[in-house]
């Protein structure tokens, strides 16, 4: 018997993007697609130290695991003994089906290749990768030789939307696929979550294609339909008339930002996994970037001593007052900073680094008017909206913010350009660890 823990990224190609909460921009451009593939990372750094016995697996449809600011992310994984598998999507759904998380059904294609490739009593932890582990698996993995499959369910009553289907409507939909009498209103599980034996991946994967063609029939009909992964996996669940352990006390859904929702309790600290989708962008790519500068960021005796606390520090669990107070006092200072420029401002980079930035900035009403960048093939193409420059193409007066981790290489370029540091450029950290 082998353990495996397992997310996934999922790069849309042109013309087949989607809406993804939290996200915005286009899910086909590059910046987009490097945010999932940097909580990827964090993710695997927080399971391996956790679960260093267990085989980690990344799937992704994406034959160019990407370079982040000239490191290769690929050879990261490789040192890190992950092993990334490509398959592509084939459970895809037609442009008008839902306006939100079209990549979602790919899912089902990892679960197709598991219930192949691996072992009847293996088991196995699928989850987003915007999920961090605080601590060992060994529970969830020891639930799971009582039950086949562990569920993780969330209170919406029966009127709420859940992406587009209240309970009440799943209910009708179960109706109109199920050859049983549904009743009751059915529980919503989350998708982000998947946890089972290979043998119960087995018997889903022998329901699954009946049931996503009855779906797709519903939808061409103009009816209700499930929109995305967990209504169906919510259904596969039912349908299997299988004895079930629940997952919530194992992991959670957690808004963790007061200007978006913030929802976190004491409790937290007590859980194996945090499901952070409001932090792609914010504590997920301050980890990140800690990680990606220095690896054993984890491995120090204070972290291991105290590793919830200091993965909480990056997301405000439990107290927000407490969210990397040092990085907060470095932010805040370089913001004063920029607050007093007077003249247009322009971020050099214009890759992740850089977006991350101009979040921030949008967020104290700072607009830089443009990305610079040395990429030529950048140039003249828009990247959140901002048009991406040549540094000869940029307004006179222009401040410089440096958004790179190539900030060494282009503090000097700028230097050499005749510009003057502090004056006229700065490196900005966008988190102070």
Avoid at 169 to 179: F, G
Avoid at 262 to 291: M, V
Avoid at 301 to 311: F, I, V
Wanted: charged residues 20%; glycine residues 4%.
């Amino acid at each position: 018997m082998q353990n495996y823990i397992i997310t996934w990224v999922y790069c849309d190609p042109q013309t087949e993007e989607s809406s993804y909460t939290q996200m915005g921009s286009n899910s086909s451009e590059t910046s987009f697609q490097e945010i999932y593939w940097k909580c990827a990372y964090v993710f695997f750094k927080t399971s391996i130290i956790n679960n260093p016995s267990a085989k980690h697996l990344l799937f992704t449809n994406n034959q160019d695991i990407p370079f982040i600011e000239g490191v290769s992310l690929k050879d990261k994984f490789a040192s890190m003994n992950v092993e990334v598998i490509e398959i592509p999507l084939t459970f895809n759904t037609p442009p008008d089906y839902f306006f939100s998380w079209r990549n979602q059904f790919y899912l089902f294609d990892i679960l197709a290749y598991l219930g192949r490739h691996l072992e009847p009593d293996d088991n196995v932890i699928v989850l987003d990768s915007d999920c961090i582990f605080t601590k060992p698996a060994e529970p969830i993995f020891k639930d799971l030789v009582r039950y086949p499959a562990l569920v993780y369910s969330l209170p919406f009553n029966e009127y709420e939307d859940i992406h587009g289907l209240s309970r009440m409507q799943m209910l009708d939909v179960y109706n109109k696929i199920s050859d049983s009498d549904y009743a009751e209103y059915p529980t919503y599980y989350g998708g982000e979550w998947f946890a089972a034996k290979v043998s119960y991946i087995r018997l889903l994967n022998s329901m699954i294609p009946n049931i996503w063609l009855k779906n797709m029939n519903l939808h061409l009909q103009g009816k209700l339909k499930f929109n995305e992964e967990a209504h169906m996996l919510s259904f596969l669940y039912d349908e299997s008339c299988a004895e079930l352990g629940s997952a919530n006390s194992y992991i959670r859904r957690m808004w963790t930002i007061s200007s978006i929702r913030r929802d976190i309790q004491n409790t937290d600290t007590e859980l194996i996994i945090w499901h952070c989708p409001s932090e792609k962008k914010y504590g997920i790519s301050a980890l990140f970037d800690s990680l990606w500068q220095d690896e054993n960021n984890l491995l120090t005796e204070e972290a291991q001593l105290h590793l919830t606390n200091h993965l909480g520090k990056y997301f405000g669990i439990p107290n927000e007052q407490e969210r990397n107070n040092s990085t907060d006092q470095g932010v805040l200072k370089q913001i004063e900073s920029i607050q007093r420029i007077h003249g247009p401002i322009a971020i050099f980079g214009s890759g992740s680094y850089g977006v991350s930035v101009l979040n921030l900035l949008h967020n104290f009403d700072i607009s830089p008017y443009a990305f610079i960048d040395n990429d030529s093939k950048r140039w003249g193409t828009l990247v959140e909206s901002i048009p991406v420059i040549s540094l000869n193409e940029m307004e006179d007066n222009t401040f410089i913010l440096i958004a790179s981790y190539a900030s060494t290489e282009i503090e000097k370029q700028l230097l050499d350009h005749g510009l003057s540091k502090d004056d006229q450029f700065m490196i900005y950290t966008f988190y102070n660890n």
